[in-house]
Nanobody, 122 residues
Framework: QVQLVESGGGLVQAGGSLRLSCAAS??????YAWFRQAPGKDREFVGA????????YYADFVKGRFTISRGNAKITVYLQMNSLKPEDTAVYYC?????????????????WGQGTQVTVSS
């Protein structure tokens, strides 16, 4: 059974940092992405990574604050979040695809995790 499991969410004060992890089981993937959904809002793209070459893509609102990196054996990715703001509060989802080129579009990913809550207090 293929699964994506996120971890690392929690409560942090504004200006703090969190590191989210996404671990795949059952198979590996060629591209991964992070999305987030705040209460009452649509899910939005945060960032993505193409495994081959490690090219990364970010939403404008996280550039310079968040970093996506690869772990081992194409089954783990991380989202390092620094300088967190209250507006970063959301459920963060990991998504994965067999496509070699990462995309910003939700439709480009056919596997999704259950999400991990990130809450940033002011």
């Amino acid at each position: 059974q293929v699964q994506l499991v996120e971890s690392g969410g929690g409560l942090v004060q504004a200006g703090g940092s969190l590191r989210l992890s996404c671990a795949a089981s059952g198979r590996s993937f060629s591209s991964y992405a992070w999305f987030r959904q705040a209460p009452g809002k649509d899910r939005e793209f945060v960032g993505a990574i193409s495994w081959s070459g490690g090219r990364t893509y970010y939403a404008d609102f996280v550039k310079g604050r968040f970093t996506i990196s690869r772990g081992n054996a194409k089954i783990t990715v991380y989202l390092q979040m620094n300088s967190l703001k209250p507006e970063d509060t959301a459920v963060y989802y990991c998504a994965a695809s067999s496509r070699s080129l990462a995309t910003r579009e939700e439709s480009g990913y056919n596997y999704w995790g259950q999400g991990t809550q990130v809450t940033v207090s002011s």
